[in-house]
């Protein structure tokens, strides 16, 4: 069973740092791309960018470039989102989901991870 | 970046009623290589992540009931609920994988009347 596990809520001030993550099963995790999904509260999805975890390839929206770092581990099968310096309006929930190739629809979700950016 | 503008924002439908929910974007997302429309719809309950119903327009994901079809093509798409059920209460999104950004519609959400 393919499954994408994310990591757990965080709750951060402004200017910190942060990492979370998105463990996959079920597959093999270095053959599809990952992508993340931004939720802010009550609003649209968004959708940061994608990694292809075998070569770590990025593409990244020009919404988001310069502000979200993405990486992943093929020996952990994890993926991860960072942030080098939080803000207010990063306060929303964030999902990774599966992709077979860049250009395709997002088949597995994880969870979501809920970040709240708060002083 | 293309925009995906979906519509209505919201609507209620009787239980066994037919739902419709239409999703425009600003430029056509058919993939020539392919001759397929690169457009998905999603299904988000309360408390959960989106979903996976239809891709290329028209093709059910695995599991998907056959009450839910997708139409469209170009710039124009249509998600249908043929005979409401209860547990299609939530939240629906078109989304174009065309290009990238991938990006989504605003959301239509879905009650019973």
């Known amino acids: 069973e393919v499954q994408l596990v994310q990591s757990g809520a965080e709750v951060k001030k402004p200017g910190e740092s942060l990492k979370i993550s998105c463990k996959g099963s079920?597959?093999?995790?270095?053959?599809?791309?990952i992508a993340w999904v931004r939720q802010m509260p009550g609003k649209d999805l968004e959708w940061l960018g994608i990694?292809?975890?075998?070569?770590?390839?990025?593409r990244y929206s020009p919404s988001f470039q310069g502000r979200v770092t993405f990486s992943a581990d093929k020996s952990t099968n994890t993926a991860y989102l960072q942030w080098r310096s939080l803000k207010a309006s990063d306060t929303a929930i964030y999902y990774c989901?599966?992709?077979?190739?860049?250009?395709?629809?997002?088949?597995?979700w994880g969870q979501g991870t809920l970040v709240t950016v708060s002083s | 970046d293309i925009v995906m503008t979906q519509s209505p924002d919201s609507l209620a439908v009787s239980l066994g009623e037919r739902a419709t929910i239409n999703c425009k974007s600003s430029?056509?997302?058919?993939?020539?290589?392919?001759?397929?429309?690169?457009l998905a719809w999603y299904q988000q309950k309360p408390g959960q992540p989106p979903k996976l119903l239809i891709f290329?327009?028209?093709i059910r994901d695995s599991g998907v009931p056959d009450r839910f079809s997708g139409s469209g093509s170009g710039t124009d798409f249509t998600l249908t609920i043929s005979s409401l059920q209860a547990e299609d209460v939530a939240l629906y999104y078109c989304?174009?994988?065309?290009?990238?950004?991938?990006?989504f519609g605003q959301g239509t959400r879905l009650d019973i009347k």
């Open positions: 990694i292809f975890p075998r070569d770590s390839e990025t």
């Open positions: 290329w327009a028209s």
């Open positions: 079920g597959y093999s995790f270095s053959s599809y791309w």
């Open positions: 989304q174009q994988y065309y290009t990238t950004p991938a990006t």
């Open positions: 989901a599966r992709l077979t190739v860049v250009r395709a629809p997002l088949d597995y």
């Open positions: 430029q056509s997302v058919l993939f020539k290589s392919n001759n397929k429309n690169s």
